[in-house]
């Protein structure tokens, strides 16, 4: 009788096109370990995932339609009888051999994680801020109204944690464009909240394991390149408000009560008029682009391997 897979590796998809071919040809080099991929597919209409599902080892969940990204991760990890769950976007590649070989050798050093996140570098090889403090109100009011226009100020900066060095070690959040999560744990809280369509699920997720017992750890010496950005050009309006949505969302629900009303009026107030500005502003709605060069992650990787 054949032994379940370590890893099955879940891929949201939405008419994805050349994507998902080049993230699958990546991921075969990326780790030695037995896996299982399962396509969570929101209602392509590009045929590719029916394509790619027609491979041995990879398998397609209908979610019914364009449900939203943790929604659909919930239900391409539903069933799993792995030890971890590999969630990703399609539109990852995984950039050296061993990428995901290095996030499963951090999971032994770390026992007390339940998420591990690589390093993520754009195409124009900039390194993106994956792996950053929680939100809090002064950051995240401070990085909302700034961000755009200064990128270098101190509560982006804080909340990105751009100051410090790549290395090793435990974050408040890892982004969900390429997540390594024990199974353990995601299932323990539930997975990704299904009321966030986009955006802010994998902070709302890193922020629940916490509260559950469950650190989150940055692992630069496996990198992926997330080219990013389909969804948001194919549908951008839609995508800006669901930002905005799901940050008032996050805030909202962890000041609860009717102390906190005023507090939760200027919260709404204050992104509404941004998300407003956003549709005016390609700046705005880009937000503020990253400040690091790709090449700080090969310090991190030679001091991992000496």
């Not at 990890?77 to 050296?96: F, S």
């Not at 002064?138 to 909302?144: D, F, S, Y």
């Not at 744990?185 to 997720?205: H, I, Q, S, T």
Request: contains cysteine; glycine residues 10%; proline residues 7%.
């Amino acid at each position: 009788m054949r032994a379940s897979p370590l890893v099955r590796v879940v891929v949201v998809t939405y008419s994805p096109g050349p994507t998902l071919s080049t993230f699958l040809s990546s991921l075969r080099l990326a780790t030695t370990a037995d896996y299982e991929v399962v396509l969570a597919d929101n209602g392509s209409t590009d045929g590719i995932p029916e394509e790619a599902a027609a491979e041995p080892g990879i398998s397609l969940v209908r979610t019914g339609g364009n449900v939203g990204y943790g929604r659909a991760a919930n239900a391409g990890a539903q069933g799993a009888d792995t030890e971890w769950l590999l969630i990703a976007n399609p539109d990852v590649r995984w950039c050296q051999p061993g990428a995901v070989d290095a996030l499963l050798a951090a999971a032994i050093r770390w026992p007390a994680a339940g998420a591990f996140g690589p390093a993520i570098v754009t195409p124009d090889g900039q390194l993106y801020p994956s792996a950053r403090a929680l939100p809090s109100l002064g950051r995240g009011i401070g990085h909302a109204l700034a961000g755009w226009w200064w990128p270098t100020n101190p509560w982006t900066a804080a909340y990105r944690q751009e100051r410090e060095s790549p290395v090793e070690g435990e974050c408040g959040w890892l982004s969900g464009s390429a997540l390594l999560v024990r199974r353990e744990a995601f299932e323990a809280v539930g997975g990704f909240d299904p009321r966030y369509f986009m955006y802010f699920e994998d902070v709302d997720l890193c922020d629940r394991l916490a509260r559950a017992g469950w650190t989150s750890v940055y692992v630069p010496s496996a990198v992926v390149e997330h080219s990013g950005g389909h969804a948001t050009r194919r549908v951008p309006e839609l995508m800006q408000r669901a930002h905005h949505a799901s940050a008032y969302r996050y805030l909202a629900d962890r000041y609860r009560g009717l102390r906190w009303l005023p507090v939760r009026m200027v919260l709404r107030t204050g992104l509404l008029a941004r998300y407003l500005l956003s549709r005016v502003s390609v700046r705005t709605a880009e937000g503020a682009a990253p400040t690091r060069s790709a090449e700080l992650l090969k310090d991190a990787r030679e001091e991992l391997s000496a």
